[in-house]
């Protein structure tokens, strides 16, 4: 079964999003001036990229040590998929986009990221519907006489 983006979130990504950016550089226009606004944007891109470059250097150093050590680089793959996200953010003019582009980004920022990821893609993948193990409830079901059983396995059952 294929899930469809919900019509409010195309609305907030396509509509509200680009609005309340431009709302942002009128802003900011009118209190540091056109010129200085504009070359804020392009200083920013310019350290956006350059920041990318040196996370996803970090990143990519880690998981080539952790693709060597034979270890599962969750955690490397999550950190070069952020920073992928937020220099994407980074180098695309705007300053609301910018704030989310640097909480990816950033190192000190970046584990807060990290968990917001996981707890998206552990909602998205390992929880409801169409999940791997997942058990219906009997008021989801409308069934009363019997209840699926299937049970995720635990690390001892794989």
Do not use: H, N
């Not at 919900?6 to 226009?29: K, M, N, R, S, T």
């Not at 955690?75 to 300053?95: C, K, N, Q, S, W």
């Not at 993948?125 to 009363?144: E, H, I, K, M």
């Amino acid at each position: 079964m294929r899930r469809r983006v919900p019509w409010w979130v195309l609305a907030l990504l396509f509509v509200v999003v680009p609005v309340l950016e431009i709302y942002v550089l009128i802003q900011v226009g009118q209190v540091i001036g056109a010129w200085w606004t504009v070359l804020l944007l392009v200083a920013d891109g310019f350290l956006g990229s350059w920041l990318m470059k040196r996370e996803g250097t970090k990143a990519w150093r880690a998981l080539r040590e952790a693709l060597d050590e034979r270890r599962m680089p969750a955690r490397e793959l999550a950190d070069g998929a952020l920073i992928l996200i937020g220099g994407t953010l980074l180098v695309t003019p705007g300053f609301l986009s910018d704030v989310v582009g640097f909480f990816c980004v950033l190192p000190f920022t970046r584990p807060l990221a990290r968990a917001a990821l996981a707890r998206f893609l552990d909602r998205k993948f390992l929880s409801g519907p169409g999940a791997p193990g997942y058990v219906r409830s009997r008021q989801q079901t409308g069934d009363r006489s019997c209840q699926q059983t299937r049970q995720r396995p635990g690390p001892d059952q794989v």
